[in-house]
């Protein structure tokens, strides 16, 4: 299992000898599923049904569909003729040729011309047929966005493993560095006293094992760490399951997030403090790569 990028692009295309239907369909980030289709007014009743269909393709992110319909099979144009006015324009006109004297008449020309008496009627043809290809055709083209948006996800899911894997690399070092700490304030507080009483007096053993321990409780990152990684066995599990994960991947970032920056505000040691910083640095890139997961 794989899983998916909200990112991609598809693109379908129907033709025969009476239309060409073209689909074409972009995907984005979106925290939802929301579709915008673009198509014929005369096409709006199966609008509900692409969207359907797509829905059972893309489950997460924001998908424009943009659908143009050509062909001149698509209107049937028909003359109509008032013949009632025809006549009555003829009577009219022998009428005035016997006042007016004259051989001139109306001629066909003249009547075809006359808007009044001629008009162009458009019919559409049946949309049931154009209906059914506009579906398939879209079928193939968000087939071909999911595609897309299957390869952007493998890219997605090699990236985010390298880096959960250097943050857990980081966490390793973190868990190997951290008693060392505690040992060195002991040396530097052992060091301060000494120096202070210029070796004129003993040191109580007791009272500085307390404040070692102290010390050694505020500065304690162990807890951090383990939730760290843990979360981060959790981050490349779901991931392995594939499907909608994007909203578990974001909640689990964000933890690492709370983890990273409590070790931060525990450090009592330049390298703990850089290594924090690097830390911050990788989550902080996981962050951008989980926004794109579907």
Known sequence: MMITSMTGYGQATTTNERFKVTVEMKS??????????????????????????????????????????????????TLSVDWDLVKQYLATSKQMQKVCETDEGLSIQSLLLHEDIVSICEQEQDTRQ??????????????????????????????????????????????????????????????????????NAEIDENRMVNEVAIFSDKANIEEELTRLSAHTKQFIAIMKTGGVVGRKLDFLV?????????????????????????????????????????
């Open 28 to 77: 984005y980030n979106h925290r939802f599923c929301e579709m915008m289709i673009r198509l014929p007014r005369q096409y709006y009743s199966v609008e509900d049904d692409l969207k359907k269909m797509i829905g059972q393709h893309v489950q997460r992110g924001k998908v424009d569909v943009y659908i143009t319909i050509e062909g001149e099979g698509l209107i049937k144009r």
């Open 130 to 199: 154009i209906a059914q290809v506009l579906l398939e055709t879209t079928e193939q083209a968000v087939l071909q966005l999911k595609t897309m948006r299957n390869r952007e996800g493998e890219s997605l899911m090699i990236d985010l493993e390298e880096r959960v894997a250097t943050i857990n690399t980081i966490v390793r070092d973190l868990f190997e560095h951290a008693p060392k700490v505690t040992s060195a304030y002991r040396e530097r507080l052992l060091k301060r006293v000494a120096d202070f009483l210029d070796g």
């Open 254 to 294: 964000q933890e690492m997030n709370r983890e990273a920056n409590t070790i931060g505000s525990k450090a009592n040691d330049i390298h703990i403090s850089q290594q924090v910083v690097e830390l911050k640095s990788e989550i902080e890139k996981v962050k951008e790569q989980v926004q794109n997961v579907e």
